[in-house]
């Protein structure tokens, strides 16, 4: 047997309780290691992991991780709502052609289509559980935001409709007993075994590491806007899902694509407070320093605009008053329905010394959301048999170059759901048998780099990358960024197994991915705006980047593929 090869005592058991920790592998960690087996593993606690955990739970045993707690998600932050039609005045169709729109000609339309016909019903499926979205006269009252033809985004408790529904997912994982849960457990890497995904390998709180084995594996580990200094994001949203999808080999798509968000409050902490883009869509105004409204006569729908067209704007009036923030005006909204409606927001503010209702607060973008993800067709299967993803670790291609408002809760649902669907199909027939398997990353005991050196490359990645691989890209910058990045990685011994530094070897793969792809692609489009090729170029570039790992250099090899709709099973 080679070192980093172990014989599990036998296969997982198919269906029925957890099977209790044994150490039934043969290991140089000897009693380090522990032992779990499910049907399914779930790594991810937001709206996507919760879904595909519960919805697996009825026919499955299921394992759900998550590296913090709960309430420690992107989910949890989410403000505006939920987009669907569920309107009298709305279609799916409104909603696809909106979509696809902001998307600029990267939709991939069958699973746009599946996202605008499946979201009522899981709306629907959501306030069934017990969520209590906002209402007027029981009937749901609807936000209007950016790039959308209709009101359509139902929100829950204001501006805290993420805390509503994470809390309602979660009080049914949590009082159920259905899904094994564990938090503050950090998933190192996926285990693969003859090109399929067996399970993955965890550290828990006391540095002890689990493998868990499972017929199939779901990531649900969300975003990477951490790799920017600037960013919404929480702290959690270090792209582990992607970085470890992509060393067992699954072919990532779009990872040039980070959508900065226009409204992110002008500070220096991080994450640093969203100011919700329904604020706009309830009527508040940008405004640049002498006043004036910048984005009436530059966009038909002035500040609802999509948001790849209102960064631009703002970024046009940075540079002509050298400036690094706007101003987003809402003193003309009536006090009392701007604290009804925007909790979040008002008190986030005031704790910040400011008064939303009274006084113009500074905003300036921050990195949002990561459209660039794990390829998934939309069952939510990867390119590696018993590997799914679903939720911002994924590229269903719903958003293109673009996400619209809003879209990203509704397709942590859709396709959540859409996954166990699948995942009753393929656990009905596959194999169950899981004899071997091969520890990447979490083979060894390591020493590992200094707390402080991987303290500063965390925060190294993240400037490098607001400075030269941010909003406004250009190749000099890009080179620069490929160079630093690689330099840093080259400074540091391999990881040690604790979080800080296996965050930090993901965060780096994110960035190289991002950097990358957006060297190739010389265009802009979306959200990826080249200052050096300024114009949009559908005859090369309407196409997607897709990227694999080289077996040989370990970099990612890019190639483009088309924009179409992957075949249905
Ligand atoms: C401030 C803010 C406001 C937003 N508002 C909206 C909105 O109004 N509407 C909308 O549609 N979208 C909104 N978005 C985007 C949306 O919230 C996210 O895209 C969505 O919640 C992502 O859900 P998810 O389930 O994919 O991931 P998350 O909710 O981020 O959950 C990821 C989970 O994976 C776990 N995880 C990650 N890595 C590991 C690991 N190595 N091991 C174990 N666990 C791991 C985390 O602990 C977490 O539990 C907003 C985003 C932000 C930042």
């Known amino acids: 047997m080679k070192g980093s090869e172990y014989l599990a005592d036998g296969p997982p058991s198919p269906a029925g309780p957890p099977a209790a920790p044994v150490a039934p592998f043969i290991s140089r960690r000897g009693a380090d290691l522990r032992y779990s087996s499910y049907d399914v593993l779930v790594v991810g606690g937001g709206i996507a992991g919760l879904t595909a955990a519960l919805g697996a739970a009825n026919r499955w045993n299921v394992g759900l991780i998550t590296k913090s707690t709960l309430d420690q998600t992107t989910t949890f932050l989410a403000q505006g709502g939920i987009a669907a039609a569920m309107s009298p005045h709305d279609s799916p169709e409104l909603h696809f052609k909106d979509t696809l729109e902001a998307g600029v000609g990267l939709c991939d339309e069958e699973a746009v289509r599946v996202l605008v016909e499946e979201g009522p019903a899981r709306i629907r499926e959501l306030e069934e559980l017990g969520t209590r979205f906002d209402k007027r006269d029981g009937k749901l009252i609807l936000g209007k935001e950016g790039a959308h033809s209709r009101a359509r985004v139902v929100h829950a408790g204001g501006d805290a409709t993420g805390s509503v529904v994470a809390s309602a997912l979660a ?9 094994e849960l564990h938090e503050n457990e950090f998933v190192i890497d996926l285990l693969m075994d003859g090109g399929r995904c067996v399970g993955a390998a965890s550290l828990g709180e ?16 969300g975003g990477a ?6 960013t919404t994001n929480p702290l959690v949203a270090t792209g582990d899902g992607h970085a470890m999808a992509y060393r067992a080999g699954a072919v990532m798509r779009d990872m040039e694509f980070m959508q900065f968000h226009p409204t992110a409050f002008y500070g220096a902490e991080n994450p640093t407070l969203l100011l919700t883009e329904a604020l706009r869509g309830e009527g508040a105004y940008l405004r640049d320093d002498a006043g004036e409204r910048f984005m009436v006569g530059s966009h038909p729908r002035a500040e609802l605009a999509p948001r790849d067209v209102v960064v631009r704007h703002m970024r046009r009036i940075f540079d002509r008053d050298a400036t690094d923030h706007v101003w987003l005006d809402a ?3 009536e006090a009392a329905f701007l604290r009804k409606r925007f909790p979040t927001v008002y008190n986030g503010l005031a704790k910040r010394g400011f008064d939303l209702c009274t006084q113009l607060i500074p905003v300036a973008p921050a990195s949002h959301y990561f459209i660039g993800g794990v390829l998934t067709d939309t069952w939510g299967r990867t390119t590696i048999p018993g590997l799914y993803a679903c939720g911002e670790t994924a590229s269903t291609g719903i958003h293109g170059a673009n996400r619209l408002a809003s879209n990203s809760l509704l397709e942590g649902l859709v396709f959540g759901e859409r996954t166990v669907r699948e995942l009753n199909r393929y656990l009905a027939v596959a194999d169950p048998a899981v004899r071997k398997v091969k520890l990447g990353l979490a083979d060894e005991v390591r020493e590992g780099n ?18 030269l691989c941010g909003i406004v890209r250009d190749r000099e910058g890009l080179d620069k960024a490929r160079e630093t990045l690689e330099a840093l990685q080259a400074s540091l011994a391999a990881p040690g197994l604790n979080v800080a530094e296996l965050e930090l070897f993901n965060l780096l793969s994110v960035a190289e991915h991002i950097v990358a792809a957006a060297i190739l692609r010389e265009e802009s489009r979306g959200v990826h705006l080249r200052s050096d090729f300024p114009e949009r170029d559908d005859g090369h570039w309407r196409c997607h980047i897709l990227a694999r790992r080289d077996p040989g250099s370990g970099r990612p090899a890019l190639e483009t593929g088309p924009v179409e709709s992957r075949e249905e099973a």
């Open 171 to 179: 009080d049914v994982i949590t009082s159920g007993g259905r899904v």
């Open 206 to 221: 006391e540095g002890e590491l689990t493998v868990s084995l499972a017929r199939a594996v779901v990531l649900a580990c």
């Open 225 to 230: 806007g951490q790799v920017y200094s600037r």
């Open 331 to 333: 003193r003309h909204l």
């Open 450 to 467: 200094d707390p402080a050196a991987v303290a500063e490359g965390r925060a190294l990645v993240g400037r490098t990358m607001t400075d």
